[in-house]
């Protein structure tokens, strides 16, 4: 038999019939005696197991994996992190958190990395986007995103590890773990009275009464959104503080019954209708704070706003009495509810 007539991947060496296969740079071979039909019937069978060992990468060879653009994972990502449960079945992060992300995603790095190769993020285009990111934001805003950005990465691997997921090409390292994060800026913006008084006609105007006095519970109370969504008509301000932990009962009783459905969408409008584009809700807080300064003890105004650096304090009282808070809550009260 002509040697040329053979199918590729046998040959001829002195009439000896052999399979020759290269991979990885290197030749396999093997010898089938003498060219006979019964000899090349059994090399071509060895071929195709050879040939199909390579496909499976039991020769040393991985075919590669699919590649996929950011926008893709991206989708992936929001669909099983936002419906990741708990051992109980519970879902694991609630609206805002998801909320959170879903704008991380939409407004900054979708946009940015949404047509790159998922597999071929580096470094330096992280360090790109942010050099972009922060001529619109603050750093502390970028450095939260980041967060999302860095784990939809690590999500993304330890479901492909674990095999929740179909495999494709990932980065060899996590681009964001070698970015630096901008160092935190400490606020200063304060709203004034007169800014206050605004926001709560906004509120009218808007017709959200509701609304004006969520605002108006916010800056009598100090206290954060999560703190103020626990709260309910009727009853006194008795809670530990979220974020410090601190124990603390505020002789506030809540007037009316908070509503904080769609409340983004709600701040936002009356903001943008007081002409605060500016502010934050969490300044609401500090408000309340500002507008008793040389009025009462500054020690007395830090307990009553359960600031998490009064550690000596925090360490001495398992609550604070309500009898040492009720002139400041009597007198913010008063402050907030004639501007």
Known sequence: ?????????????????????????????????????????????????????????????????????????????????????????????????????????????????????????????????????????????????????????????????????????????????????????????????????????AANELRDENGRDNIALAVKTCLSLKDLKTLKFGEIVDLNRSKTGVSVTIPITVTHTPDWSNWRSRWEAIRARAGLLDIQFKDLRKAGGNLLLGRHDVKLISLYMGHADQKTTEAFYTKIKSDKMKSLAQDLSEIVDSL
Request: hydrophobic letters at 40%; glycine letters at 6%.
């Open 1 to 201: 038999m002509n040697m040329k007539a053979l199918p590729r991947g046998l040959c001829l060496d002195h009439g000896y019939l052999q399979v020759r296969l290269m991979h990885k740079g290197k030749l396999y071979c093997k010898n089938f005696g003498l060219h006979t039909p019964e000899s090349e019937e059994i090399a071509m069978i060895h071929l195709a197991e050879k040939r199909k060992e390579i496909l499976q990468s039991k020769a040393g060879i991985i075919p590669p994996l699919p590649r996929k653009r950011f926008a893709e994972v991206s989708a992936l990502y929001y669909k099983r992190w936002q419906e990741t449960e708990d051992a109980d079945g519970l879902r694991v992060h609630g609206a805002s958190g998801i909320r959170r992300v879903y704008d991380g995603l939409r407004v900054s790095i979708d946009p940015f990395f949404g047509q790159f190769w998922y597999d071929g993020i580096k470094p330096r285009d992280v360090m790109e986007w942010r050099v972009q990111r922060v001529r619109s934001v603050e750093g502390t805003t970028v450095n939260r995103e980041q967060a999302i950005l860095s784990s939809l990465f690590a999500h993304v691997e330890s479901w492909i590890k674990l095999e929740q997921i179909k495999a494709f090409a990932i980065p060899a390292e996590n681009p964001c773990t070698f970015v630096a994060k901008a160092k935190l800026k400490k606020r200063d913006r304060v709203i004034s009275p007169y800014e206050i008084s605004k926001l709560k006609n």
